[in-house]
């Protein structure tokens, strides 16, 4: 009886059959048959293949979604799972996806969108586990079961972005007007302390002027001389130091003033003549307040003139 020869690729089996009965699986490599007794029914592959599908359902509060699952699967590389995928199963994606559309539905309804987001692996996870036992009996492999997207209706994606919007919006006016809150306390504690400086600073001068007084006085009272004439002369050198320092200022208004010798004089005079008005009004003073002080009949009449 004559010998056929036949060949099966890497990663494929052969179903040879006798008169439409299974006889064996072909292994990759030289194979050979009867002719006009067996045949090579059918090959199957060994490799992987992907199924993509898409299912809707709906949330637990009430958000219909599409939710996009990949499987991956394959023959199983034994003779009797070779046997069983082809015998057995017809079309094996429409199965493996009524099984997985099963487990999703029975899973996403019970979640809220969020925790499906959050959840989405053990949804998968559970997805292989349905599978792989469901596709054991027809002689296939699940390899990994994954969902690559859930996507709600594209009114609820805006919404959910308002609020993610709102949110960031709010965080963002917070901190701005922590920054505004800083800036404004740092404003002020600098004004204040820029007003504090100058003011110690004039207050240090006054000081300064005052000592420098004082010290003049004692030694004018050193060498004999009468304090009315020292004081006047102390008042008169202010003065001039005053006009000189409103000479040196560029933005100082023009100002009309005696320049003559006895326009000094005159205004030597004028300042003697106010220091001995304000002792005499001081000196009357002093003696109102005594007068007061003393019992009716012990107070003291002018004398008479």
């Keep these: ?170 965080i963002a006016a917070a901190a701005q007007g922590d920054a505004q809150k800083t800036l404004a306390v740092k404003k002020a504690e600098g004004e204040r302390e820029t007003m504090r400086l100058p003011g110690e600073g004039v207050a240090a001068e006054r000081k300064a002027i005052a000592e420098g007084l004082h010290e003049s006085l004692e030694i004018i009272a050193q060498h004999g001389l009468d304090m009315r004439e020292a004081m006047a002369l102390v008042a008169l050198t202010q003065y001039t130091d005053m006009v000189r320092a409103l000479g040196e200022n560029a933005k100082t208004n023009t100002i009309l003033l005696p320049h003559s010798p006895s326009a000094v004089g005159d205004l030597m005079g004028q300042i003697r003549d106010g220091i001995l008005v304000a002792d005499l009004a001081s000196e009357n003073a002093t003696n109102s307040a005594g007068q007061a002080a003393l019992p009716p009949g012990r107070r003291q009449e002018p004398p008479q003139s």
Aim: glycine share 4%; charged share 25%; aromatic share 8%.
């Design 1 to 170: 009886m004559p010998i056929f020869f036949f060949t099966v690729e890497q990663q494929q089996r052969a179903i040879v059959e006798r008169f439409g009965k299974f006889v064996r699986v072909a292994g990759p490599g030289l194979q050979t048959k009867t002719p006009f007794v067996t045949r090579v029914a059918g090959r199957m592959s060994l490799q992987v293949e992907q199924l993509n599908a898409e299912i809707e359902t709906k949330t637990k509060d009430n958000v219909f979604v599409h939710v996009k699952l990949a499987v991956q699967y394959k023959v199983g590389a034994s003779d009797q799972q070779v046997q069983d995928a082809y015998y057995k199963l017809e079309d094996p994606e429409v199965q493996i996806q009524a099984y997985a559309f099963d487990v999703v539905r029975s899973h996403i309804p019970t979640m809220n969108l969020d925790e499906a987001y959050a959840d989405a692996d053990t949804i998968a996870m559970h997805i292989q586990d349905t599978l792989h036992r469901q596709m054991a009996d027809y002689g296939y492999e699940i390899v990994k079961a994954l969902i690559t997207n859930i996507e709600p209706d594209q009114r609820v994606k805006d919404a959910m972005n308002n609020i993610n919007a709102s949110q960031r919006n709010q």
